[in-house]
């Protein structure tokens, strides 16, 4: 039986992917640089996307699935006059339309209206799945099928700047957002027709993109040794930093992480909760049963 390569390494990166390279590709060049067993990231970017990306190593990978529920910001450019295959410059021009009618007052209006709950019909060229197939499976072959609208919501969209028919926007928005089709949808509100030119991810729950690392400079760090690069680490809980959380007692640790409820001082959560030891200790989270119990949900290895 062959031995895993790399090191058990613990930890979240946030990376600053750059434009014209897969997730994955960008996934797989941090986990070289970190020599890391394993690793994942919290929701891709399209290659023509940059910014905030999270990577997480080790025990981090076990909670990096409640980070693509969390809500995201990105600033993104759009030209109008133009509507693609794939929503964004990456696509064919399939549609044009004046724009020349499209004012600053007119784009303020219609922002407007897309703020709050909202209903959006994904793109073809989505991960998404039809009967088992990705969606852009089906677009690359010329299929298009019916998608039901999603709800999304909007709580901050705004104009940055216009000008010479392009318009750059900053959104704060909720999980399951297209922002290539967001962005269409404004185009045909404003009655002409648009696509992406340029997507930045400024944030993503907690995270920030002030404190993103480029791949140039992890790899001069890395350079410097493996104690440089690592310091670029945040902690597995930063995932979880707007959850309540709770203290257990050492006779209560022991037994949560041997998969029993515990009892716990009352509390006011009443969902899901981060777990420290009396030490201060990160052990994962759990879940507020109706008895006021704490039962474990994801808990970090002890071995």
């Known amino acids: 039986m062959s031995r895993k390569k790399g090191r058990m390494l613990d930890g979240i990166l946030l990376l600053d992917k750059p434009r014209g390279l897969s997730s994955n590709a960008a996934l797989q060049t941090a986990r070289r640089l970190f020599n890391a067993r ?3 990231h919290t929701g891709s970017l399209d290659p023509l996307a940059d910014g905030l990306l999270p990577i997480c190593f080790g025990e981090a990978t076990k909670f990096s699935g409640f980070l693509l529920h969390a809500g995201k910001r990105y600033r993104v450019r759009a030209k109008l006059g133009a509507r693609t295959t794939t929503g964004d410059a990456e696509g064919e021009i399939s ?4 724009f020349e009618h499209v004012t600053e007052a007119a784009v303020h209006k219609v922002l407007a209206n897309f703020l709050g709950e909202t209903q959006q019909i994904p793109p073809m060229y989505s991960a998404l799945k039809h009967n088992g197939t990705r969606l852009y499976d089906l677009a690359r072959r010329g299929v298009e099928v019916e998608r039901e609208p999603r709800t999304i919501h909007l709580c901050e969209l705004e104009l940055i700047r216009f000008r010479d028919g392009f318009m750059t926007l900053e959104l704060a928005c909720s999980r399951g957002t297209y922002v290539r089709t967001l962005v269409e949808d404004i185009a045909v509100a404003l009655e002409t027709r648009g696509h992406v030119t340029e997507l930045r991810r400024l944030s993503l729950g907690p995270f920030q993109s002030e404190s993103m690392y480029t ?3 992890l790899e001069r760090m890395a350079g410097q040794g493996g104690e440089v690069l690592d310091s670029t680490l945040l902690p ?12 257990l007692n050492a006779d209560a640790a022991f037994y949560l992480r041997r998969g029993q409820s515990v009892q716990v001082s009352p509390i006011n959560a009443t ?14 989270i759990g879940s507020v049963l109706s008895d006021g119990r704490v039962a474990p949900k994801r808990l970090l290895s002890t071995n």
């Open 215 to 217: 791949l140039d400079t």
């Open 236 to 247: 597995v809980d930063a995932a979880l930093s707007q959850w309540s959380s709770i203290t």
């Open 38 to 40: 394993k690793a994942g």
């Open 95 to 98: 549609e044009t339309a004046s």
């Open 271 to 284: 969902d899901q909760v981060i777990l420290y030891s009396e030490e201060g200790d990160f052990l994962g």
